[in-house]
């Protein structure tokens, strides 16, 4: 957990809480819409959701249909029992936590992330044949009805919904060698009614001079956060698509992963460490008015995920 100090403008690490399960890396984390639960995807093939209040070892769920690694999630966010589960295994996974039972939903390839729409009527998915797939999981059609599938001198790493779910985000880096700007963020139209779906490409920015690797949208969507495989990390200005400021310039590697507080007044960030580098193994938490770093918080091992609490300063 983290305290503000002097009105917000400072952060201070109070206490640390370590869970235990997975028998392999943590692929994805997120808190349930109450802030309650936390769920986590591991490449040991199984999700887990850890009640917070309540939470003695051992006794969190494990979720284990998934039969390849799970390297996505996302909580439904009109309902705090509801769960998306993405995996290699080319299926996304509805869990009802009541019941602990799900209802799977195959896709043509294998799956790197998923993401409930704001009304939770849809989910969108990224998948290694570098294609955007969109889901209608209303009233129990759950079925791919729409796709936009990118050239293959793209890798599309990572994905975020616009404010009123009309568009899609995409973070996405150029493979071929004869580019110099690699690192491209793309805007999707959303269209999805009775005469059918789209998933529309309508505008592309060069945002960053490398492959571009993670995206995440602030809880009141006036800013999103960009990161790429060369450290450098942008905050934009949601509305008018534009880069305002850098951001968590201590990692000294890859951006891997981002977030926002509950607030939108910061954002933090972790490093894509490779394995063997001597790079620092550290939380980048900086102020989103300004950019600069408020907080360092080392870690004992590469923390290749973050999230944060819907309601309060706690960092998962």
């Known amino acids: 957990s983290l305290t503000p100090q002097r009105m917000s403008t400072k952060l201070a690490k109070t206490s640390e809480v370590v869970f235990t399960g997975h028998t392999k890396a943590i692929h994805a984390i997120g808190w349930n819409n109450d802030g309650k639960r936390l769920a986590t995807a591991s490449g040991d093939t199984t999700a887990r959701v850890w009640n917070i209040e309540t939470h003695r070892e051992g006794r969190e769920t494990e979720l284990k249909d998934h039969t390849e690694p799970v390297d996505g999630l996302s909580w439904c966010p009109n309902h705090s029992e509801i769960l998306a589960t993405a995996s290699q295994d080319k299926m996304v996974r509805l869990w009802d936590l009541r019941a602990r039972r799900s209802l799977a939903i195959p896709t043509p390839d294998e799956i790197l992330n998923v993401e409930y729409s704001p009304d939770g009527n849809f989910l969108l998915t990224n998948d290694k044949s570098e294609s955007v797939r969109l889901i209608d999981v209303r009233n129990s059609k759950n079925s791919i009805v729409a796709s936009n599938s990118f050239d293959q001198q793209y890798w599309v790493n990572e994905i975020a919904w616009t404010a009123n779910g009309d568009g899609v985000l995409v973070v996405a880096g150029r493979q071929a060698t004869s580019f110099q700007e690699k690192g491209v963020l793309e805007l999707l139209s959303v269209k999805a009614g009775d005469g059918g779906a789209e998933l529309k490409s309508v505008h592309a920015i060069t945002a960053h001079t490398a492959n571009c690797l993670t995206i995440a949208m602030d809880?009141?969507?006036?800013?999103?956060?960009?990161?790429?495989?060369?450290?450098?990390?942008?905050?934009?200005?949601?509305?008018?698509?534009?880069?305002?400021?850098?951001?968590?310039?201590?990692?000294?590697?890859?951006?891997?992963?981002?977030?926002?507080?509950?607030?939108?007044?910061?954002?933090?960030?972790?490093?894509?460490?490779?394995?063997?580098?001597?790079?620092?193994?550290?939380?980048?938490?900086?102020?989103?008015?300004?950019?600069?770093?408020?907080?360092?918080?080392?870690?004992?091992?590469?923390?290749?995920?973050?999230?944060?609490h819907p309601r309060q300063y706690m960092l998962a």
């Open 219 to 308: 809880p009141h969507n006036k800013h999103f956060a960009t990161g790429a495989y060369d450290s450098s990390c942008c905050i934009w200005d949601a509305q008018e698509l534009c880069c305002l400021r850098q951001c968590c310039t201590n990692l000294e590697e890859g951006v891997g992963n981002l977030g926002f507080s509950c607030d939108g007044a910061f954002v933090g960030g972790v490093g894509e460490v490779e394995r063997g580098s001597t790079a620092r193994k550290l939380i980048d938490i900086c102020t989103v008015s300004n950019g600069e770093t408020v907080l360092k918080i080392d870690t004992k091992a590469t923390a290749r995920r973050l999230a944060w």
